[in-house]
């Protein structure tokens, strides 16, 4: 299809598939940390901030190599992992999904912050005069005025997820069918002198997330509700 070998469409779905299994994960961890950042009105709240925000700033080689320590057969959590006998995380898939999480953990947290911060605190206070619980009134207003944000942090998670490289060659290797993802297929394309094939992969994602970028954009100016910074 289009130049693209079966390796490379293993590879692409593999992509795909950490996309969505990261996201989805990550979206729900988030938004209660999203909330309490933006409401909360503790002064170390910096301290967190700085460290949702750092792999915005650390190279990518830099988290892969700690998270590929700590998750090893030698780290702290991949060795008890290995003495209960469920195994190391390291070069694995799982251990793609928990890389890609840290590593897109400030594309999700800061719109969702933003959108949460931007939800009117009267508007809670009414519905709580209403007798609405506390998570009535995060299912039912909040999370309908905070949709903008929602979506943002969903789509700029899953497209920051499709080029990632550096933290997930370190965590997950280049093992194809198992960790190999798209963008290391293009790079071993490269490495090969196969630039037709790493042309045709390109292309493919480069149309994929223009799609998911001009999906938000137009989503946005349709739900005028709540903007996000």
Do not use: C
Not at 41 to 66: C, D, H, N, Q, S
């Amino acid at each position: 299809m289009f130049g693209i070998s079966d390796s490379d469409l293993t590879a692409l779905w593999i992509t795909l598939k950490l996309a969505v299994i990261s996201t989805s994960i990550l979206m729900v961890l988030s938004a209660p940390l999203a909330w309490w950042l933006a409401h909360t009105r503790w002064r170390g709240k910096v301290m967190i901030e700085a460290l949702v925000a750092m792999p915005l700033v650390l190279p990518p080689t830099v988290m892969g190599f700690y998270l590929l320590v700590l998750l090893g057969p030698r780290g702290a959590v991949g060795g008890f992992l290995e003495d209960i006998g469920v195994g190391h995380l390291a070069f694995t898939f799982t251990g793609l999904v928990i890389g890609s999480m840290i590593y897109s953990l400030p594309f999700v947290v800061q719109p969702l912050q933003n959108a949460f911060a931007a939800t009117g605190g009267r508007v809670l206070e009414t519905a709580a005069t209403l007798r609405a619980s506390p998570l009535d009134r995060f299912l039912t207003v909040v999370l309908p005025l905070a949709r903008r944000g929602i979506l943002t942090a969903a789509v700029l998670s899953f497209a920051h997820t499709l080029g990632e490289f550096g933290m997930i060659l370190m965590i997950g290797g280049n093992i194809p069918g198992q960790t190999q993802v798209a963008s290391i297929a293009i790079y071993d394309h490269v490495e090969a002198m196969d630039y037709a094939s790493a042309h045709a992969l390109s292309l493919l994602l480069v149309v994929l997330a223009f799609l998911l970028l001009m999906s938000v954009y137009g989503l946005n100016r349709r739900f005028k509700v709540v903007g996000v910074a």
